[in-house]
């Protein structure tokens, strides 16, 4: 079974500090994302990887950043968290591409981040 | 660019009866896939149902099925035999056949099976 494990089930953090959330994964996956989910909006795309050292910005990049040194592991990175910063961040894994079956996409538990 | 709509924000459903959730679509790309993910309370989100779109039969999965129309936009799931385990947020969700698998979502439907 694809495993997909994020760091921390729930944090609380203060305005202004810097916040790094974890996620890591245990089948080769060559794609993970990040992303944030509100009520009412769904989940929205901050940034996503193909390749280690690779990243791409998503729907919503503003005052995030990412990091991927390792293929297993994705950081997503709050420089100075706001909190409009407060919301629910989850992690997902894929393989790239084709065939058809394998382009799932497998989630963490997710985050609940707080900032105060 | 892509966007999936979900109008239906919350609905119920007696246990063991059948409900059918919405989703509509808006893209130019003639080949994509569709997805619909369940994400129960506290719990992982995970898929539930694919849909290729250059396949025109429905795809099903146990008491799953899509009704998948292409030229609509639309893409509704429809769960029969309710269970009191089906109760979860539904995300329909939508991918560009590229490499890069990623998605963009709808904004969910929160779904009740009661007893």
């Known amino acids: ?51 280690v050292k690779m990243k791409e910005k998503g729907d919503i990049p503003e005052g995030y950043s990412v990091s991927r040194e390792k293929k297993e592991r ?3 990175i709050l420089e100075s968290a706001s909190t409009n910063q407060t919301s629910m961040y989850l992690c997902a894994s894929s393989f790239p591409g084709q065939p058809s079956s394998y382009n799932e996409q497998f989630f ?9 | 660019a892509q966007t999936v709509t979900q109008s ?3 609905m119920s459903v007696q246990e063991a009866e059948t409900v059918t959730l919405s989703c509509t679509y808006d893209t130019s790309e003639s080949n994509y896939y569709l997805f619909w993910y369940k994400q129960p309370p506290s719990r992982q989100m995970i898929l539930v149902i694919r849909q290729e779109a250059y396949k025109q039969q429905n795809a099903t999965e146990n008491r799953f099925s899509v009704n998948f129309q292409k030229a ?44």
């Open chain 1, 108 to 116: 963490g538990p997710g985050t609940r981040l707080t900032v105060l």
């Open chain 1, 74 to 76: 994705f950081s997503l």
């Open chain 1, 1 to 51: 079974d694809v495993k997909v494990t994020q760091s921390s089930r729930y944090l609380v953090k203060r305005t202004g500090e810097k916040v790094f959330l974890e996620c890591v994964q245990d089948m080769d996956h060559e794609n993970m994302f990040w992303y944030r989910q509100d009520p009412g909006l769904g989940l929205r795309l901050i940034y996503f990887s193909y390749d």
């Open chain 2, 8 to 10: 239906q924000p919350e």
């Open chain 2, 72 to 115: 609509a936009k639309s893409f509704s799931l429809k769960i029969s035999d309710s269970q009191l385990g089906d109760t979860a947020m539904y995300f329909c969700a939508f991918m560009k056949h590229d490499n890069n698998n990623d998605m963009r979502f709808g904004a969910g439907t929160r779904l009740t099976v009661k007893p």
